[in-house]
């Protein structure tokens, strides 16, 4: 009984290190999609670790927080109204998850809506996650 209480102890004391939860994620992607939405370059970037990568599609990597905060802000130009859905997180070990979802945008001056996928690696930097690599693409 005492090795039960001490291992329920150890997991309860433990939980917080592994917060990567889908809720947590999902969250996060909010603050993404409404700082990009509202043009918040500078808090978009935030989300990233310092030395994060960007590998978008057709495109070369994008390294580093101030080169990625460009990257988001020249693509505002031509897309907006950016939803992100956690579909799947899984940790790894207490500082690290990966994160499977989808997002919808919409191409300034059409009507329709493009949807895509993604894989985000997330590290805790801190008491924070952020966003350590990102790579996308769309459906069609």
């Not at 790579?135 to 069609?140: H, V």
């Amino acid at each position: 009984m005492r090795r039960f209480a001490l291992v329920t102890l150890i997991c309860l004391a433990t939980a917080p290190l592994y917060a990567q939860d889908k809720a947590t994620i999902q969250k996060l992607n909010e603050a993404f999609s409404e700082a990009f939405n509202k043009g918040d370059f500078a808090a978009l970037a935030d989300l990233y670790t310092q030395d994060a990568t960007l590998m978008p599609p057709q495109a070369d990597f994008v390294r580093g927080r101030d080169d990625i905060q460009k990257f988001w802000q020249a693509a505002s130009d031509h897309v907006g109204d950016l939803r992100l859905t956690t579909l799947d997180v899984e940790p790894f070990g207490s500082d690290t998850a990966r994160e499977i979802g989808t997002f919808t945008l919409k191409p300034k001056g059409q009507q329709e809506e493009v949807a895509g996928k993604y894989v985000v690696i997330w590290q805790r930097v801190g008491g924070d996650w952020k966003l350590a690599t990102d790579i996308w693409n769309t459906n069609k």
